[in-house]
């Protein structure tokens, strides 16, 4: 089992910045992918990005240029840093850890982008 907990989360002004936390314990040599996901108001949950146990990279082309997920593995913590955001970033953030036998989430971080 892995357990996640996500936070970072806030309020923000159109153009700033926040970063996400996300704080893995349990079973982590399962881990091969973590990632970020978010779901708006009335819309499906989206993936975000993810980063692989290998250290590649993938995000959503909304967050290509704007953010970037990264890791530290000594501390068991991937973040997901947000330049430039916009009210349309404005959702819950959940972070996810993808493996053997796990699919674990965490509980999710509101993001508010508003002026």
């Known amino acids: 089992q892995v357990q996640l907990v996500g936070s970072g989360g806030g309020l923000v002004q159109p153009g700033g910045a926040l970063r996400l936390s996300c704080a893995a314990s349990?079973?982590?040599?399962?881990?091969?992918?973590m990632g970020w996901y978010r779901q708006a108001p009335g819309k499906q949950r989206e993936q975000v990005a993810i980063?692989?146990?290998?250290?590649?990279?993938s995000y959503t082309d909304s967050a290509k240029g704007r953010f970037t997920i990264s890791r530290d593995m000594a501390r068991n913590t991937v973040y997901l840093q947000m330049n430039s955001l916009k009210p349309e970033d404005t959702a819950v953030y959940y972070c996810?850890?993808?493996?053997?036998?796990?699919?674990?989430w965490g509980q999710g971080t509101q993001v508010t982008v508003s002026s």
């Open positions: 980063i692989t146990r290998g250290g590649s990279t």
């Open positions: 996810r850890a993808l493996g053997v036998g796990t699919n674990s």
């Open positions: 349990g079973s982590i040599s399962s881990i091969n992918v």
